[in-house]
């Protein structure tokens, strides 16, 4: 295992608990010998256990016939440069990250070697030798990019099976996408809105937000080939979350009564779909809320940020996305300058709002003058 954050931590521990004894590699010293004395304490919904028995290390030796990778998006790169080497020559990369990091991974491995995973679940990092896990139910889709499945991708399904649900996928790259989106809202809003994930969806402000900012993502991946898969294999997001009207407003700049009709509708399904999923995620405090409590860049250029740069590749107008990105980038530029995270959160509070508010604006003015003309 390759990070032992809050992911890799709480998966290595529970499989370490089935009978699968992993070498866990991180490159945090005090969490490292924290976990090797004391044991890593796991916060569950149901109570709290300490798992004493785990191998982690801070220097990786030694060959694998798999190898998970659970670090963070921006350390991918540096990450898997001397990975190749500790490959068995059969051996797979499996990746259980956030964002769509395929590129960068393929610099390093061949198709055939590197199997894209999505986790469904979220965890939380608390301090050294201490996370917790804030879902109810636990999952995984993996896959190979070009939707082979041959035993080795059965065996990591076998192993990642005694953690939760495991689905071997041949449209990976749809479950990527589906799992981008919920983390384009779970991830940023929890941070600039210093809530959890189901105390934003309850507000209504704020989940019309995050509602356009899905629908921006669709649009986006639609117009990159991506064909969604249905979440956790039952919820249609393009179905649910499109907002067909609201992305008419934006690029074609289109308002009538009929539309606003529309787009009441389609908020209502997205809203209803929302409520479902926060009755088993809800309590999830996202990677980049702990990140900038920590004072660490966030992953957002691979979230957010990803979806403004594609977006404008394909010219597809993504207006609330850049607000999530700038919002984020204002954080981080704070803490930076020596800020704490509650500090930063209220020297930006006023501007956050002046930010929205003038982008609603913006919008409104765009639309009256395409109206009179």
Not at 18 to 36: R, T
Request: glycine share 8%.
């Amino acid at each position: 295992m390759i990070g032992a954050g809050a992911i890799g931590g709480s998966i290595s521990a529970l499989l370490d608990e089935n009978g699968y004894h992993l070498m866990v590699f991180d490159k945090d010293n005090n969490h490292v010998e924290q976990v090797n004395s004391h044991g890593l304490l796991v916060d569950e919904l149901d109570g709290k256990r300490v798992y004493n028995n785990l191998n982690f290390q801070t220097e990786l030796t030694g060959e694998f016939d798999i190898i998970f990778l659970a670090v963070k998006s921006i350390s991918t790169r540096s990450a898997i440069d001397e990975l190749p080497k500790h490959l068995k020559p059969n051996g797979v990369l499996v990746s259980l990250q956030n964002g769509i990091n395929n590129d960068q991974i393929m610099q390093k491995f061949s198709i055939d070697q590197y199997i894209a995973g999505v986790v469904g679940y979220g965890a939380s990092n608390i301090e050294p030798g201490h996370i917790r896990i804030t879902s109810k139910e636990k999952s995984f889709v993996i896959g190979f990019l070009n939707g082979h499945v041959d035993d080795r991708i059965r065996l990591v399904a076998e192993v990642l099976g005694v953690v939760g649900e495991v689905t071997v996928s041949t449209n990976i790259l749809g479950d990527q996408w589906g799992k981008l989106a919920m983390n384009c809202i779970i991830n940023p809003f929890c941070a600039i809105y210093d809530q959890t994930f189901g105390e934003n969806v309850r507000n209504k402000h704020i989940r019309h937000q995050m509602q356009k900012v899905l629908a921006e993502v669709i649009a986006v991946g639609e117009k990159s080939g991506i064909q969604f898969t249905k979440l956790g294999k039952k919820y249609d997001i393009v179905k649910f979350f499109a907002l067909h009207n609201y992305m008419d407003e934006i690029t074609k700049h289109k308002k009538s009564l009929k539309n606003k009709l529309l787009n009441s509708f389609e908020m209502f399904k997205s809203k209803l779909m929302l409520f479902l999923i926060i009755s088993k995620h809800g309590k999830i405090k996202s990677s980049i809320w702990q990140d900038l409590q920590h004072g660490l860049k966030t992953e957002i250029d691979y979230l957010n940020g990803y979806i403004e740069v594609l977006g404008d590749e394909h010219n597809i107008e993504t207006p609330m996305n850049t607000w999530v990105t700038r919002e984020i980038r204002g954080l981080e530029k704070r803490i930076a300058m020596g800020m704490t995270y509650i500090e930063a959160m209220n020297d930006f509070s006023k501007e956050k709002e002046l930010a929205y508010n003038k982008l609603r604006r913006s919008e409104t003015v765009t639309l009256n003058k395409k109206n009179n003309n």
